[in-house]
Structures are given as C-alpha cells and as structure tokens.
C-alpha cells in the first residue's frame, strides 16, 4: 500500500478483555516498530522488528503485551486482558532500511485508539 | 536514563514569522536526531534530520540546528504557516538502526 495501514482505528475495550492491533507496514519495509502515546505525551518505544526477528521488546510494560510478525511483514501486537491504563494510541512505523545510512524516514501510521473502559 | 526533553510545551506565533522549538537530550551516544510533526489525530510525520557529524541542515522552509557541546536541538520553521500548527517532536535515534526516543512535545500554535 501507499503508507502504513493500522486497524482497528478507534478500539473500546472492557477491561480484561484481549484485543489485537493490527499494522500492515509499507511493502518491502524491513523495519517496523510499535509505539504507545499517551494523551499529551510523545510515543514510547514498545518494541522493534527485523524482519520477522523482534530485536527488542524492552519497552513492552508487562507480560501482558506480546508482538509478533511471522512472516517478516505484517504485525499484530495483543494486549491480555487489558486494564484502563493500556488506554492509549498505539502507533505502528516502518522503515525500508534496518540502519540509517541511506535512508532515516520511519514511516508512522495514523494508529489505533484504544480505550478500556 | 535516557530522555530527550523539550523546553517550550507551547509555541504561539504570528502567521509570517520564524518559529524556533528547542530540545534538550541527554544521551551523548546518540548519533542521529529527527524532528516529526504531528497533526491531531494522525500518525507522526518526518520533517527533517541530522546526523551528528553536523550542526545544521537545511530543508524547505526548515533548519535543524545540532549543538552537541550543550546537547542542544533546534528546529527553525521560516515564515510560519496556519499548517504548521501541530504537535512537534524531537526523537533521538542510532545511525545503526533500532528504536528512536521521543521528547515530549511542543505545540505550535499559528495566529492568522
């Protein structure tokens, strides 16, 4: 596709329920990363994918987050049993290359809005 | 720890003038910094970036000025538009790839 494509959009969840995020990064992209942004706050690192490798997960608050990208392209990060403090808006980016050398955009999708209720 | 932060949580400004945002980081091993822009209810978007082995780039109506003795970041937006107004954020990152670390933010507010 043209850009990074995330669904759901808007997501309102019942705390303790899972949900799913889903993010289809620009084709060919090796990098893709998942962030979460509080209201007012700039996104925080959750985790980071080479490929189908995730790299780093340093940034994942708990055991309840999980990522995963199988086939080195499209990415769903899971959220179990979820608590009002996961209400965010988690942002999915792509880069083509895993360094910057070359190239240094990371293209950001426009994100799900999750709420926990 | 690490953190990249930002002097100024808003900026007011007149439609025509030079706008100028400030960050501060403080990881000195960073290598490569970045300006994004975000508009309300989308996705950052990338403005410009800097490596740092350079102290100033320009591009078109912007310049991002790089000042490692202080850890010292600055964007210039010249001759401020009304779709300038957003959200923009400094991040810090590594030439050799990996995650990029986000400031706060500041809001920049054009007056027409």
């Known amino acids: 596709g043209a850009g990074v494509s995330q669904s759901p959009r808007y997501k309102v969840a019942k705390r303790g329920q899972d949900v799913a995020l889903r993010c289809d990064p620009i084709?060919?992209?090796?990098?893709l990363f998942w962030y979460q942004q509080a209201l007012g706050q700039g996104p925080e690192f959750l985790t980071y994918f080479q490929n189908e490798a995730q790299l780093d997960k340093s940034g994942l608050p708990s055991d309840r987050f999980f990522a995963e990208r199988p086939e080195g392209s499209v990415s769903t990060l899971k959220i179990q049993r979820t608590q009002q403090e996961d209400s965010a808006v988690y942002l999915c980016?792509?880069?083509?290359?895993?360094?910057?050398?070359?190239?240094?955009?990371?293209?950001f999708g426009e994100g799900s809005r999750l709420t926990v209720l | 720890g690490e953190s990249v932060g930002l002097h100024l949580p808003t900026l007011s400004v007149q439609e025509g003038d030079n706008s100028i945002i400030n960050c501060a980081y403080s990881n000195s091993a960073s290598d490569y910094f970045i300006w994004y822009k975000q508009e309300s209810g989308k996705g950052p978007q990338f403005i410009i970036d800097i490596r740092s082995n350079m102290d100033k780039r320009q591009g078109q109506r912007v310049t991002v000025l790089l000042n490692k003795t202080v850890k010292h970041l600055s964007l210039q937006i010249a001759a401020t538009q009304p779709g300038d107004s957003a959200v923009y954020f400094c991040a810090e990152a590594w030439l050799r790839g990996g995650k990029l670390i986000f400031g706060q933010g500041t809001e920049l507010s054009v007056k027409p």
């Open positions: 980016a792509s880069s083509l290359a895993p360094g910057r050398k070359n190239t240094g955009e990371l293209f």
């Open positions: 084709s060919g992209h090796v990098s």
